[in-house]
Structures are given as structure tokens and as C-alpha cells.
Nanobody
Framework: QVQLVESGGGLVQPGGSLRLSCAASGSISSINTMGWYRQAPGKQRELVGQITRSGTTNYVDSVKGRFTISRDNAKNTVYLQMNSLKPEDTAVYYC??????????????WGQGTQVTVSS
């Protein structure tokens, strides 16, 4: 069984910073692309950014220059450093990863989500 567990969400003032973490656990053989999505109330879930196993990243335009994705392959963990946060960044943030377990080929997994609220 494979699961993704996020942590690090919370309430922050505009202009502040937060760091989200997402750890993959279980019978993991390898992890390919890992990423972060978010869903604000009344809106569709959108991609925030992704990172390949080799470290190549891509971001949605609205977070470029403010958010940074990184990963620790030894710990099966991906991070999202969020700086200069704005009220419009308020959303539930979800971790996503393509994981190959020891039992099967690559499958796509989601975390349970963590709330990020940017408000004064």
C-alpha cells in the first residue's frame, strides 16, 4: 500500500511564507514526477508545479518567482516553499506523485490535502 501524507499548511498573513511537505510511504520501488495542486472554494483543482526525479521543475505562471518545489529522493519527500503569499493563494493544497510500487507499475497517487489560508 502506498500513501502520500502532507503537512505544513496553516494560516499566514499576506506577504508571509509557508513550507509544505509531502512524504510518500509504503512498498515503493521508485517515484517519477511529484507535484502540487491546489483547489480554492468554487474553483477547479489546478496544477501549481511539478518536479521530475532529476529535478526539472515547472510552475503555473501565477506562482513563478514566489513558490519553489524541491524533493529529497532518499526520503521520498517533496516540498513546496511558498513566499510572498497572497490571499488568492488560499486553497487546499494536494500532493501528487507517479509511484511504482513493488507490486505493480506506475500509478498516480494523491495526498489528503492541507489547507493554506492567507488572510490578515
Amino acid at each position: 500500500q502506498v500513501q502520500l501524507v502532507e503537512s505544513g499548511g496553516g494560516l499566514v498573513q499576506p506577504g508571509g511564507s509557508l513550507r509544505l511537505s509531502c512524504a510518500a510511504s509504503g512498498s515503493i520501488s521508485s517515484i517519477n514526477t511529484m507535484g502540487w495542486y491546489r483547489q480554492a472554494p468554487g474553483k477547479q483543482r489546478e496544477l501549481v508545479g511539478q518536479i521530475t526525479r532529476s529535478g526539472t521543475t515547472n510552475y503555473v505562471d501565477s506562482v513563478k518567482g514566489r513558490f519553489t518545489i524541491s524533493r529529497d529522493n532518499a526520503k521520498n519527500t517533496v516540498y513546496l516553499q511558498m513566499n510572498s503569499l497572497k490571499p488568492e493563494d488560499t486553497a487546499v493544497y494536494y500532493c501528487n506523485a507517479d509511484i511504482r510500487s513493488i507490486w505493480a507499475g506506475y500509478q498516480n497517487y494523491w495526498g489528503q490535502g492541507t489547507q493554506v489560508t492567507v488572510s490578515s
